[in-house]
């Protein structure tokens, strides 16, 4: 069950610029570092943000993320056919005890 | 480079039970935690446990808690998900990730998946 919001999809043109939202609550986007993973169709989802804006290696810096408050969101610059996705963000919950998850927002390019 | 390769899966009836294991190599396992995320074919990820790299720590999502056991043996490398009671809804992709639990000051967060195991419970 996911407890972080996304909006189903979000698009552009390769060049443009676009963001997703994230939006939880106090006891884990208020509380917690968020963190975003990119999934391709059939495979494993890979990190492609942590500590709200912390980019792992080998990520380009299109790729930025944001916090404020109990919302999160993501940017992606420079729109490329490769970024075409879906992309979840994710918290740890004080209340749950666990991770949350986003309910996921599919890019298209 | 992290490898996590998960195995054990397969079609099982409901009220019946499965283990899952998720085999690590090219990191020292016994100093990381663990995580189970299932996703169920067509939807979203969901999180189902995590333990501590000594394995003191177990975590459980509600949906499978007092169902699922998860455990690890760092001698072998190795994580596990004892899953009991199983329904339908339990249909799902189950893949182990890599953890970074460092709390309020250092974020917790997922860096490495498995490509997962499909469960199917069907009559």
């Known amino acids: 069950q996911s407890v972080l919001t996304q909006p189903p999809s979000a698009s552009g043109t390769p060049g443009q610029r676009v963001t997703i939202s994230c939006s939880g609550s106090n006891s884990n986007i208020g509380y917690y570092y968020v963190s975003w993973y990119q999934q391709f169709p059939g495979t494993a989802p890979k990190l492609l943000m942590f500590r709200n804006n912390q980019r792992p290696s080998g990520v380009p810096d299109r790729f930025s993320g944001s916090k404020s408050g109990t919302s999160a969101s993501l940017a992606i610059s420079g729109l490329r056919s490769e970024d075409e996705a879906d992309y979840f963000c994710a918290a740890w919950d004080a209340s749950l005890t666990g991770f949350v998850f986003g309910t996921g927002t599919t890019v298209s390019v | 480079e992290v490898q996590l390769v998960e195995s054990g899966g397969g079609l099982v009836q409901p009220g019946g039970s499965l283990r899952v294991s998720c085999a690590a190599s090219?990191?020292?396992?016994?100093?990381?935690?663990m995580s189970w995320v299932r996703q169920a074919p067509g939807k979203g990820l969901e999180w189902v446990s995590s333990i501590s790299g000594t394995g003191d720590y177990t975590y459980y999502a509600d949906s499978v808690k007092g169902r699922f056991t998860i455990s690890r043996d760092n001698s072998k490398n190795t994580l596990y998900l004892q899953m009991n009671s199983l329904t339908v809804e339990d249909t799902a992709i189950y893949s182990c990730?890599?953890?970074?639990?460092?709390?309020?000051?250092?974020?917790?967060?997922?860096?490495?998946w498995g490509q997962g195991t499909l469960v199917a419970v069907s009559s």
């Open positions: 990730a890599k953890a970074v639990f460092r709390g309020l000051y250092g974020g917790n967060y997922l860096d490495y």
């Open positions: 090219e990191f020292t396992f016994s100093n990381f935690a």
